[in-house]
Antibody, heavy 118, light 111 residues
Framework: QVQLQESGPGLVKPSGTLSLTCAVS?????????WTWVRQPPGKGLEWIGE???????NYNPSLKSRVTISIDKSKDQFSLKLSSVTAADTAVYYC???????????WGQGTLVTVSS | QSALTQPRSVSESPGQSVTISCTGT?????????VSWYQQHPGKAPKLMIY???KRPSGVPDRFSGSKSGNTASLTISGLQAEDEADYYC???????????FGTGTKVTVL
């Protein structure tokens, strides 16, 4: 069973860059999964951010595409999220997840709250 | 791409059934058979309950069922139990540009 664990700073300054990492265990990061980031502002709904395949192929939410970079480190079995030029609107719980097939996000990390504030 | 539309809340007594709707467009829900549903308890990560409109992952009770008609997908919970009280989100594939869009979320209350 896949296990995912997010890590990274819980506080980021406005205009800065949010950086998170998701450690994968229980399955190879080179397996047939798309490794995904989803976020949820406090008290609000879920938003798909983007995904990466072990080949390095990526897909991003068009509304965030200009600010998002997702990368993968197969030697460490982890993938990462960078979101630049953050504002208070980027304050959210950030989840990493895995999917094998068109939106079946079967495994999720516990989530990590990132607050954008000076 | 706008979020899919779900009712804000639904409530019913234990043992009864509830149905949650998820309305999109022909570019997402209506265009693909790739609708999934997630259950989220407070402070917890979402849990996959239904995928590909009506398929249940291993371990999900058969009280949970999914369907779709046109641009609207539905999740039905039969024999409602106290532990079913949670937020529920739908998600749809929306093509190769947008990829995935989630619903606005529905709070299910067991009276």
């Amino acid at each position: 069973q896949v296990q995912l664990q997010e890590s990274g700073p819980g506080l980021v300054k406005p205009s800065g860059t949010l950086s998170l990492t998701c450690a994968v265990s229980g399955d190879s990061i080179s397996s047939n999964n798309w490794w995904t980031w989803v976020r949820q502002p406090p008290g609000k709904g879920l938003e798909w951010i983007g995904e990466i395949y072990h080949s390095g192929s990526t897909n991003y939410n068009p509304s965030l595409k200009s600010r998002v970079t997702i990368s993968i480190d197969k030697s460490k079995d982890q993938f990462s999220l960078k979101l630049s030029s953050v504002t208070a609107a980027d304050t959210a719980v950030y989840y990493c997840a895995s999917q094998t097939h068109y939106g079946d996000f079967a495994y999720w990390g516990q989530g990590t709250l990132v607050t954008v504030s000076s | 791409q706008s979020a899919l539309t779900q009712p804000r809340s639904v409530s019913e007594s234990p043992g009864q059934s509830v149905t949650i709707s998820c309305t999109g467009t022909s570019s997402d829900v209506g265009g693909y058979n790739y609708v999934s549903w997630y259950q989220q308890h407070p402070g917890k990560a979402p849990k996959l309950m239904i995928y590909d409109v009506s398929k249940r992952p291993s371990g999900v009770p058969d009280r949970f069922s999914g369907s779709k008609s046109g641009n609207t997908a539905s999740l039905t919970i039969s024999g409602l139990q106290a532990e079913d009280e949670a937020d529920y989100y739908c998600c749809s594939y929306a093509g190769s540009y947008t990829l995935y869009v989630f619903g606005t979320g529905t709070k299910v209350t067991v009276l």
